[in-house]
């Protein structure tokens, strides 16, 4: 249920990137960097998440958003530039994910459109992402 949430988090900053859509792609390096970043950032988010609701003030909000900002900052990233590359590697993964389990995908569906160059990177590296998915 916290994976859950922590993604409806996650997805909400995501949302609000979409107008630098194009400034970033899937590609072997910068897959790379979201593997390395994903779970430290879920780690922060769900120390976040998980603080008691007497905690949660803007004091408490600061001092996470610094330690995100912190984390990508060691990857030259924006928090908008991680949450559209995350957005990017999310919907791949799930077109992926679907291709695999035999379901014909519409890519057309989706907000965020890949290139079949960034969809083989995610394929390539699928075990690797959904590992870090799965993770508590």
């Known amino acids: 249920m916290r994976g859950c949430i922590l993604w409806l988090i996650f997805l909400f900053i995501s949302s609000l990137s979409f107008a630098s859509q194009q400034e970033i792609v899937v ?46 900052g060691k990857y030259n990233m ?34 965020l459109k890949l290139s079949p160059e960034e969809l083989a990177v995610i394929e390539e590296h699928f075990l690797s992402i959904k590992e870090i998915m799965e993770e508590k």
């Open 27 to 72: 590609n072997d390096s910068t897959i790379k960097i979201f593997l390395e970043i994903f779970p430290q950032y879920k780690k922060i988010m769900s120390e976040y998440v998980n603080l008691p609701e007497n905690k949660m003030d803007v004091d408490a909000t600061y001092t996470y958003k610094k330690k995100i900002d912190s984390l990508l």
């Open 78 to 111: 924006s928090l908008d530039e991680f949450s559209l590359l995350a957005s990017r590697v999310s919907v791949g993964y799930t077109i992926v994910s679907l291709r695999r389990a035999g379901i014909e995908v519409d890519e057309d569906k989706f907000s």
